[in-house]
């Protein structure tokens, strides 16, 4: 198996990320103008990376956040291991205060250890973690040593966990923005370091418009 350098990337901004509604893997929105900028930001500082192969999940705004990557002709899979968590009744509805407050009540279940609390109707860590493992997998045998692989937030904080052998409980320390890069290589006895963390660099100049 080859060494593998990983770009994780978080896929661009969405209307539903602008107004604050709660969007999962049973919400298929497309990245909006900012996320198209994002984007093309990303694409124009690596877009000189050998990457060997590329990843996204099932739902389009991670495609569309690599879509120029694709077009180079670069081998691209979709895995819907890797989609975003379900937040069941919720997707789709705007975060009222109630809503976050429940959102944070189940966050503090999760940090104590009650990996297997699921929002209603929703996926809980564990069952993410249990399919994640799988498109994980696929990608540490795929193809390729240098790979770009774009995903969602809390889908991002639990492959990070699982790559990195760290506790799901403490996933949240991950912090991550649209189109945030994660830099991670392998060394040889397997494991994985962080070499660029929530990076935004490559948006700077958006910050500027």
């Known amino acids: 198996m080859n060494r593998k350098k990983i770009y994780l990337v978080r896929h661009g901004q ?24 994002q984007a093309n930001a990303f694409f124009d500082v690596y877009k000189d990376i050998a990457f060997e192969q590329v990843y996204h999940t099932a739902l389009i705004r991670t495609k569309q956040s690599i879509q120029q990557f694709i077009d180079l002709g670069i081998p691209t899979t979709a895995l819907p291991e ?20 429940y959102y944070r009540h189940m966050l503090q279940q999760w940090q104590e250890g ?23 997998g696929k990608i540490l045998e795929g193809p390729g040593e240098t790979v770009l692989v774009c995903t969602h937030g809390r889908a991002m904080r639990i492959f990070l966990s ?41 948006l700077a100049a958006l910050s500027q418009l």
């Open 14 to 37: 969405t209307d539903f990320n602008l107004q604050g509604v709660v969007q999962g893997s049973g919400i298929d929105a497309p990245i909006n103008e900012t996320g198209l900028a």
């Open 82 to 101: 890797l989609n975003e968590i379900s937040w069941g009744d919720y997707e789709g509805t705007p975060m009222t205060p109630e809503e976050g407050e």
């Open 114 to 136: 009650n990996l297997d609390y699921a929002i209603a109707g929703g996926e809980s860590p564990n069952v993410v973690a249990e399919r994640m493992r799988i498109g994980i």
């Open 162 to 202: 699982l790559i990195l052998n760290y506790d799901l409980r403490y996933m949240d320390q991950f912090e991550h923005h649209n189109l945030c890069l994660y830099l991670l290589e392998q060394l040889p006895d397997d494991t994985f370091v962080v070499k660029r963390f929530n990076d935004q660099e490559h």
